[in-house]
């Protein structure tokens, strides 16, 4: 359709440009409503599975966090060293967990070996990340948040204060 809106003339055709315009916001609308419940769907699915994962839920309630919003690996600097974690934004709560899986992938990644066989023998396929333990390592309480800031270089330091 937006081939046919780029070659029509508005001019000559005001009608028919203004249909193929209303036509293209209409499967935007459609096309961002269907990707919005596919993403809500697979935050469900990955919110019940948070539920076998997790090992150490150190007290927090799981029926008070409210939906998954986001999750995201994230890489925090510590000292000298890179730390992974995955991190989950519910409504209540920023949750940070340590991945088994990725301290195994980082240690088979230095020695070079690196095992294909999964728990039953049978050899699994390594571009399907096994489903392994995630350990709280961190939680912030959206309600705890007072400020936000935005890095603008992260080489200096320096943060600018956005305000609310």
């Known amino acids: 359709m937006k081939q046919l809106l780029r070659y029509t003339d508005q001019a000559e055709n005001p009608h028919l440009y203004s249909e193929l315009e209303a036509g293209i916001a209409s499967i935007e609308r459609v096309t961002s409503r269907v ?15 948070l539920e076998k994962r997790i090992v150490n839920w150190k007290e927090i309630d799981r029926l008070k966090l409210g939906n998954l919003l986001l999750n995201e690996t994230f890489p925090v600097l510590m000292g000298e060293k890179e730390r992974i974690f995955q991190c989950f934004l519910f409504q209540r709560m920023l949750m940070c ?23 039953n023998g049978k050899i699994r396929d390594s571009s399907v990340p096994a489903k392994s333990a995630l ?28 305000a609310h």
């Open 97 to 119: 967990c340590r991945d088994d899986s990725l301290l195994k992938d980082k240690k088979s990644a230095k020695t070079m070996s690196m095992s294909k066989k999964g728990k």
């Open 135 to 162: 350990h709280v390592k961190g939680r912030l309480y959206i309600r705890d948040i007072r400020d936000i800031y935005i890095p603008q270089d992260r080489s200096t330091g320096i943060y600018p204060k956005i």
């Open 35 to 49: 990707n919005e419940t596919k993403r809500e769907q697979e935050n469900i699915s990955i919110q019940k599975e």
